[in-house]
T-cell receptor, first 112, second 112 residues
Framework: NAGVTQTPKFRVLKTGQSMTLLCAQD?????MYWYRQDPGMGLRLIHY???????AKGEVPDGYNVSRLKKQNFLLGLESAAPSQTSVYFC???????????FGPGTRLTVT | GEDVEQSLFLSVREGDSSVINCTYT??????LYWYKQEPGAGLQLLTY?????DMKQDQRLTVLLNKKDKHLSLRIADTQTGDSAIYFC????????????FGSGTQLTVLP
């Protein structure tokens, strides 16, 4: 099992450009999450999904959109990137009875 | 909303025990977790504890939970240089989406 994978690993965008981050999991998990990690702020939840075809907003959803068309994939989109979106983005999934989340390796995004 | 607090830094000597502390505010938390993040990597689940337990031991790791004071700690026995990392405490929110709230992380440095 690959677990949770994320593509790309690194990306540099100019202000106003758009991009999509892909998260894939092969554990048949129902729940998937997108977080951003900024220095000294821990992880903050952007959007999440409790099943195929469903999405919901987290703590910091503004400027991002998501889609969960297939159970194994969760996409995070930035329609018009801003420097404030420079961050490390992590995807996670869970189906665990104990709620433990499994994380991908992250995508480091820089917006100039 | 829910809040999780951790001290930012901890330094210990190799071979000593490390104790990382965490406080949380959600009295209805069902599970609490400890994650480890090494440089440039995603978060790795170390252990978790159910809220009706006081203690959980797993090899060199001991988790203590004081539910009355909403205080969680992670003790690492015989700390090694490979334990140097950022450690995150997280609580599972009450609700069906299995969302986690993370602390800001404690940077553990193990000195030779």
């Amino acid at each position: 099992n690959a677990g949770v994978t994320q593509t790309p690993k690194f990306r540099v965008l100019k202000t106003g450009q758009s991009m999509t981050l892909l998260c894939a999991q092969d554990m048949n998990h129902e729940y998937m999450y997108w977080y951003r990690q900024d220095p000294g702020m821990g992880l903050r939840l952007i959007h999440y999904s409790v099943g195929e075809g469903t999405t919901a907003k987290g703590e910091v959803p503004d400027g991002y959109n998501v889609s969960r068309l297939k159970k194994q994939n969760f996409l995070l989109g930035l329609e018009s990137a801003a420097p404030s979106q420079t961050s490390v983005y992590f995807c996670a999934s869970t189906a665990g009875r104990f709620g433990e989340q499994y994380f991908g390796p992250g995508t480091r995004l820089t917006v100039t | 909303g829910e809040d999780v607090e951790q001290s930012l830094f901890l330094s210990v000597r190799e071979g000593d025990s490390s104790v990382i502390n965490c406080t949380y505010t959600d009295s209805s938390s069902t599970y609490l977790y400890w994650y480890k993040q090494e440089p440039g990597a995603g978060l790795q689940l170390l252990t978790y504890i159910f809220s009706n337990m006081d203690m959980k031991q797993d090899q060199r790791l001991t988790v203590l939970l004081n539910k009355k004071d909403k205080h969680l700690s992670l003790r690492i026995a015989d700390t090694q240089t490979g334990d140097s990392a950022i450690y995150f405490c997280a609580e599972r929110e009450s609700g069906s989406a299995r969302q986690l709230t993370f602390g800001s992380g404690t940077q553990l440095t193990v000195l030779p």
